[in-house]
């Protein structure tokens, strides 16, 4: 069923501040990953406002869902949303990979208000998710476990091991997120290491695949609803998304992967921002 028209547009609200936050965030700090961030903002904000049961009120409820950006480069946007959630203040996004801050480059469990993982070394989150569906089943719990992934991090060898274990344990309370925007660090992720086909692949070590446009809301919604009925497999989803997206000259562009915002640039990015908005 399509989302109705006034749960799309507080939602597109969302995604329009977020953008704006986390070009105004990385352009006060002169660093951090922007593109990688930009990607991702409709899948945090459908999954944290329609689908994840968390309360900032009780950040360490043991029955809350659990979310692991595998990807930690993103920190920027899981941080937003997070301030958008009530976890976190958004001054505090002003003191961004500043020492002693609590808002790190990568999300740090320690330190952030509803990080369940400390993550930043690509192809290790994945693994964390299986051990918390794991604990989940082992302790009669309820809770669903979301993993998102970079399509570059899939170049990873463990997340393979991983995807094998998921399957096997046939875990079907955990679902990855595969931002897959088709660039990555040093360029696109076909020159880099070409992933083939990422549906045949997960099909093919026992995952229930679903694609989605990682930009429209409805088929991100309509994507978590199956992969919370789908039972005997975990599910992935496989999220087709442009790197920076919104912003013009940061579209598709590996150089925007992590790259300080000077202030032009950062002018016509949020002139960007309100004409899409």
């Not at 997340?159 to 309370?173: P, Q, T």
């Not at 919370?228 to 496989?238: C, E, H, Y």
Request: hydrophobic letters at 40%.
């Amino acid at each position: 069923m399509a989302l109705d028209e006034k749960t799309v547009a507080e939602l597109r609200g969302i995604c329009a501040e977020m953008r704006k936050t986390i070009i105004q965030t990385l352009h006060g700090v002169q660093t951090g990953h922007p593109g990688g961030s930009l990607s991702a903002v409709e899948i945090l904000t459908t999954l944290y406002f329609r689908h994840m049961q968390v309360d900032c009120k009780d950040a360490q409820c043991a029955d809350r869902d659990r979310f692991i950006a595998s990807k930690g480069h993103c920190a920027p946007a899981l941080y937003t949303t997070l301030c958008e959630k009530g976890f976190l203040d958004k001054a505090e996004l002003a003191n961004l990979r500043q020492l002693g801050c609590k808002l790190q480059g990568h999300p740090d469990m320690k330190k952030t208000p509803g990080v369940d993982l400390s993550t930043g070394s690509l192809g290790l989150g994945l693994s964390a998710g299986i051990g918390m569906a794991l604990s989940a089943r082992l302790n009669d719990q309820n809770y669903r476990t979301y993993v998102l992934l970079g399509d570059g991090e899939l170049q990873e060898g463990q997340i393979w091991e991983a995807a094998m274990a998921a399957a096997k344990f046939k875990l079907d309370h955990l679902t990855a997120i595969v931002d897959n925007n088709g660039v990555q660090l040093d360029g696109t992720v076909e020159e880099i290491m070409s992933l083939g086909s990422l549906k045949q692949k997960f099909a093919a070590f026992g995952w229930h695949v679903i694609e989605a446009d990682g930009h429209d809301l409805d088929s991100l919604d309509a994507a978590f609803i199956e992969a919370k009925s789908f039972q005997g497999a975990p599910s992935v989803i496989l999220a087709r998304t442009v790197k920076g997206k919104g912003v013009s000259f940061m579209e598709g562009k590996n150089e925007w992967h992590g790259k300080a915002i000077n202030d032009q640039q950062f002018a016509q990015a949020m002139r960007d921002l309100e004409v899409a908005q």
